[in-house]
């Protein structure tokens, strides 16, 4: 895999687990170590516990992830802020793969030199 693909997989993944974060919690709140075990199973995305605990911390204090105590764990889930945000991430995700499928060169437009 090339560097290009590698840092594009990173971007997507790790850089932005919010995304995934709330689509699980979406589907079903859960404790922590849940999450990461989940967003293993679900997306094959490997990070250290340290991590979802920082990215689970930063969502909650951005307001897109709300707590409760059950049985004495806390548990994370989806605000509607956290939705909202998710909603719109995918509609950025999917005009961009459209844009990129769609791209179409104006043999005009290229086919002019540079002055």
Do not use: C, H
Request: hydrophobic share 40%.
């Amino acid at each position: 895999m090339l560097k290009a693909e590698k840092r594009l997989r990173r971007k997507l993944t790790v850089e932005n687990l919010w995304m995934y974060i709330i689509a699980i919690l979406a589907e079903k709140p859960n404790y922590a170590y849940g999450v990461r075990v989940m967003l293993r199973r679900i997306f094959d995305i490997k990070v250290p516990s340290v991590t979802v605990y920082t990215v689970l911390y930063r969502m909650v204090r951005e307001g897109l992830l709300e707590t409760e105590k059950v049985s004495g764990t806390k548990v994370y889930k989806p605000t509607k802020k956290g939705l909202e945000a998710l909603t719109r991430a995918k509609k950025f995700l999917k005009d961009t793969i459209e844009k990129l499928e769609n791209v179409k060169e104006e043999k005009s437009e290229v086919s002019k030199p540079i002055q």
